[in-house]
């Protein structure tokens, strides 16, 4: 069989402009314009396996232009996954496997969502990274176990967004010269032609970040784009970026180079014309079959995979204990020590009764967790002493010139904690793809505030239901000088309005643990740690199955002395819950009594049967919630009123700020009183 990359190519055209046609939406320029890149990394490169798209070795591809997703889909069709041609006509509607923009999960051979422009890219720098770490760690003289690419398509969208600087920089400075980044130079974008927006030396800036550039070369000439990624695979120390410049919408006479062609159906006229330019005669999707057999990458990706499983059986049997651990962290399986030693921690905690800020308490979760749990890959962005998320074993990670890890001082197990910088959308769009690629589980830590320079990485991170973990501390104006600037008021209640995502803020040192706990054993399903800055007491003794189930009784009157039933519930949060407890007594001096329940995560409590909440939160009882954040979160959990902040906070000590905003047990037992006498 005589290879026509050209023809082979026309296909990927083809499917491209009919799927988005037949929908009657989509993007054909991009797919059309990229056709030949694809066909030279695809079939000159890629080693992937139609038969098996989850083999641990293979190279991780990643549109980060999502838009562009018939190009994915056409190329998962053409190289034989399992994606029917029925899936391709059923473009973008209901429970297809191809979705208007490619989502992990739902088509085999997806390796993450991508649609969010940018974060594509930054996944991918945290899929290069997992690999440079896994081959550090479990390589051996000849077993490379782990030894795989990550490519990844980009547009000027990605490039645009700020988010590609700060993944970018890191990317140069970790050395990941594994990664290579194609770029599709059309210069254009929706608003049309790009110079007036976006005049950035692209090479000069990737140059600066310690990239290899390489082009701008004609991204049209697969045979030109091939010999690029092939000069990209030798770099020792670097990542590349491939600068190919195309015309959108390439093969359509009169769509090509124009906005239009961006993200509009050609229409039937125009696609006539271009199936005319293209010399492609078939019918709508239809692909004549020596072009499938030009496209079939099963017995080739069969054969690299086989390859591989031979090279890890051998080195299963020279180094059993690797091999297995290899095998345990690639399947995200977590070792029973680590819920032992949770186990003894609470325990400790328990009869210790220390009053310790929720931060450090995270911090001594960690120094138990990553010694059974080396897969935990912690971080922060730049506030690693103010987060405390890295654990006394742990091992700042550090590339020597050569772009090598660098291997710490004798260790028995090694868990590293990044420094990732000033980047937390970075550090968050990284970590999903360190997930994504598998054998770690990633956490990194910043201030609750700046959660919204991450969120839409948290967001991404819920909808593809990645175990990430996110330690957000400094969660109040409690934390106090610093003032409104870094005083979260409406993050708690915003994060938890994201779906799948758990928020936890725990009141003491055992609640912070199970927090930890449960964010470990939630394989699919981030978390997010609200965390004080300031030192919280601990509450009284509890069980864990309790506090996992995210809201429980926590003290009933008769933990203050009194006989008689409770007449109101005072619910809270985090560092609310001593406050409450406080105010529980107040109330019990006055014959008041009171139940308090500790609701470290609304998300496992709504979980929770209604019965269980029902106990909880007994419906003929009133309730009062207490958090220093936003009021309106807690209308939900029908209260009668919150002791809550609806401004911004103040610069000032935070023994100052809290009887300012009414976070005294007095102000609240007031609140409780003024409840009852409304309930009559
Ligand atoms: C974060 C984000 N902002 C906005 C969009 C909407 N959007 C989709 S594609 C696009 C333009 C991208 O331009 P380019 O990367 O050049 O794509 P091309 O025109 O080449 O298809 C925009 C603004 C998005 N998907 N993500």
């Given at each position: 069989?005589?290879?026509d990359?050209?023809?082979?190519?026309?296909?990927?055209?083809?499917?491209?402009?009919?799927a988005v046609?037949?929908a009657?939406?989509?993007?054909?320029?991009?797919?059309?314009?990229?056709?030949d890149?694809?066909?030279?990394?695809?079939h000159?490169?890629?080693?992937?396996?139609?038969?098996?798209?989850?083999?641990?070795n293979r190279?991780?591809?990643?549109?980060?232009n999502?838009?562009?997703?018939?190009l994915?889909?056409?190329?998962l069709?053409l190289?034989?996954?399992?994606?029917?041609?029925?899936?391709?006509?059923?473009?973008?509607q209901?429970?297809?496997?191809?979705?208007?923009?490619?989502?992990?999960?739902?088509?085999?051979?997806?390796?993450?969502?991508?649609?969010?422009?940018?974060?594509?890219l930054?996944?991918?720098?945290?899929?290069?990274?997992?690999?440079?770490?896994?081959?550090?760690?479990?390589?051996?003289?000849?077993?490379?176990?782990?030894?795989?690419?990550?490519?990844?398509?980009?547009?000027?969208g990605?490039?645009?967004?700020?988010v590609?600087?700060?993944?970018?920089?890191l990317?140069g400075?970790?050395?990941?010269?594994?990664?290579?980044?194609?770029?599709?130079?059309?210069?254009?974008?929706?608003?049309?032609?790009?110079?007036?927006w976006?005049?950035?030396?692209?090479?000069?800036?990737?140059k600066a970040?310690?990239?290899?550039?390489?082009?701008?070369?004609?991204?049209h000439d697969?045979?030109?784009?091939?010999?690029?990624?092939?000069?990209a695979?030798?770099?020792a120390?670097?990542?590349?970026?491939i600068i190919?410049?195309?015309h959108?919408?390439?093969?359509?006479?009169?769509?090509?180079?124009t906005a239009?062609?961006?993200?509009?159906?050609?229409g039937?006229?125009?696609?006539a014309l271009?199936?005319?330019?293209?010399a492609?005669?078939?019918?709508?999707?239809?692909?004549?079959?020596?072009?499938?057999?030009?496209?079939?990458?099963?017995?080739?990706?069969?054969?690299?995979?086989?390859?591989?499983?031979?090279?890890?059986a051998?080195y299963?049997?020279?180094?059993p204990?690797l091999?297995?651990a290899?095998?345990?962290r690639?399947?995200?399986?977590v070792?029973?020590?680590?819920?032992?030693?949770?186990?003894?921690?609470?325990?400790h905690?328990?009869?210790?009764?220390k009053?310790?800020?929720?931060?450090m308490?995270?911090?001594?979760?960690l120094?138990?967790l990553?010694r059974?749990?080396?897969?935990?890959?912690?971080?922060?962005?730049?506030?690693?002493?103010?987060?405390?998320?890295?654990?006394?074993?742990?091992?700042?990670?550090?590339?020597?010139?050569?772009?090598?890890?660098?291997?710490?001082?004798?260790?028995?197990s090694?868990?590293w904690?990044?420094?990732?910088?000033?980047?937390?959308?970075?550090?968050?769009?990284?970590?999903?793809?360190?997930?994504?690629?598998?054998?770690?589980?990633?956490?990194?830590?910043?201030?609750?505030?700046?959660?919204d320079y991450?969120?839409?990485?948290?967001?991404?991170?819920?909808?593809?239901?990645?175990?990430?973990?996110?330690v957000f501390t400094?969660?109040?104006?409690?934390?106090?000088?610093?003032?409104p600037?870094?005083?979260?008021?409406?993050?708690?209640?915003?994060?938890?309005?994201?779906?799948?995502?758990?928020?936890?803020?725990?009141?003491?040192?055992?609640?912070?643990?199970?927090?930890?706990?449960?964010a470990?054993?939630?394989q699919?399903?981030p978390?997010?740690?609200?965390?004080?800055?300031?030192?919280?007491?601990?509450?009284?003794?509890?069980?864990s199955?309790?506090?996992?189930?995210?809201?429980?009784?926590l003290t009933?009157?008769k933990?203050?002395?009194?006989?008689a039933?409770?007449?109101?519930?005072?619910?809270?949060?985090g560092?609310?819950?001593?406050?409450?407890?406080?105010?529980?007594?107040?109330?019990?001096?006055?014959?008041?009594?009171?139940?308090?329940?500790?609701?470290?995560?609304?998300?496992?409590?709504d979980?929770?049967?209604?019965?269980y909440?029902q106990?909880?939160?007994?419906a003929?009882?009133?309730?009062v919630?207490?958090?220093?954040g936003?009021?309106?979160?807690?209308?939900k959990?029908?209260?009668?009123?919150?002791?809550?902040?609806?401004?911004?906070?103040?610069?000032?000590?935070?023994?100052?700020?809290?009887?300012?905003?009414?976070?005294?047990?007095?102000n609240v037992?007031?609140?409780?009183q003024?409840?009852?006498?409304?309930?009559?």
């Open positions: 069989m005589t290879l990359p050209k023809l082979m190519a026309n296909a990927l055209r083809a499917l491209a402009m009919d046609q037949q009657n939406s989509g993007h054909p320029g991009a797919p059309m314009g990229m056709a890149m694809a066909q030279a990394l695809w000159d490169h890629l080693h992937h396996a139609p038969t098996d798209p989850l083999w641990p190279d991780r591809f990643v549109l980060s999502g838009h562009a997703s018939m994915l889909y056409g190329l069709h190289t034989g996954y399992d994606l029917p041609m029925k899936e391709l006509k059923n473009f973008r209901l429970h297809s496997r191809t979705p208007g923009h490619p989502e992990v999960g739902i088509t085999p051979g997806v390796e993450t969502t991508t649609g969010p422009l940018g974060q594509g930054a996944n991918a720098v945290g899929m290069a990274l997992a690999e440079k770490l896994l081959a550090h760690e479990f390589n051996r003289d000849g077993f490379n176990v782990v030894d795989h690419h990550t490519y990844t398509f980009l547009g000027d990605c490039l645009m967004e700020g590609s600087h700060e993944v970018c920089s990317a400075a970790w050395h990941l010269n594994k990664l290579i980044a194609l770029y599709d130079d059309n210069g254009i974008s929706i608003d049309g032609p790009v110079q007036p976006f005049a950035d030396h692209t090479a000069q800036r990737f970040y310690g990239w290899q550039v390489l082009g701008p070369i004609d991204g697969a045979a030109a784009v091939s010999s690029a990624i092939a000069s695979k030798l770099s120390t670097a990542p590349t970026l190919c410049k195309t959108i919408g390439q093969g359509s006479p009169n769509r090509a180079n239009k062609a961006h993200g509009e159906p050609l039937d006229a125009e696609i271009t199936r005319e330019s293209l492609w005669p078939h019918a709508p999707f239809e692909v004549p079959h020596e072009v499938y057999a030009m496209w079939d990458a099963k017995a080739h990706g069969e054969k690299k995979r086989s390859a591989w499983s031979h090279l890890f051998t299963a049997q020279k180094h204990e091999a297995a290899f095998e345990q690639m399947k995200g399986a070792s029973a020590e680590f819920k032992t030693q949770l186990d003894a921690a609470f325990a905690s328990e009869s210790e009764g009053s310790v800020a929720s931060r308490a995270s911090k001594m979760a120094e138990s990553t059974t749990s080396p897969e935990l890959l912690g971080g922060s962005a730049d506030l690693t002493g103010s987060n405390l998320t890295q654990a006394s074993n742990q091992c700042s990670l550090r590339f020597d010139a050569q772009g090598h890890v660098q291997a710490p001082a004798a260790q028995a090694t868990s904690h990044i420094n990732y910088g000033v980047r937390e959308f970075g550090m968050a769009s990284i970590m999903n793809g360190v997930a994504l690629h598998g054998g770690f589980i990633p956490y990194g830590g910043t201030f609750l505030t700046f959660s991450s969120r839409n990485a948290i967001r991404m991170a819920a909808l593809m239901k990645l175990r990430v973990v996110h400094h969660d109040s104006i409690g934390l106090g000088e610093d003032g600037t870094h005083q979260s008021i409406e993050h708690a209640a915003s994060l938890r309005l994201i779906p799948g995502l758990d928020v936890w803020r725990p009141c003491d040192t055992s609640e912070t643990l199970v927090a930890w706990s449960s470990i054993q939630n699919h399903r978390s997010a740690l609200l965390l004080s800055r300031q030192t919280l007491p601990h509450a009284p003794k509890k069980k199955s309790a506090i996992e189930k995210g809201g429980y009784v009933e009157p933990d203050v002395g009194l006989k039933e409770a007449v109101a519930v005072l619910m809270a949060t560092s609310e819950v001593g406050l409450a407890l406080s105010a529980q007594a107040h109330l019990a001096t006055l014959g008041i009594a009171t139940r308090v329940v500790s609701m470290p995560c609304t998300q496992a409590f979980r929770q049967p209604l019965s909440r106990k909880v939160l007994p003929h009882l009133p309730r919630a207490v958090e220093m936003v009021s309106d979160y807690w209308w959990y029908g209260a009668s009123a919150v002791v809550g902040i609806d401004t911004f906070g103040e610069s000032a000590p935070a023994s100052v700020l809290l009887p300012l905003f009414g976070f005294t047990p007095e037992a007031q609140t409780v003024a409840v009852l006498q409304q309930h009559g």
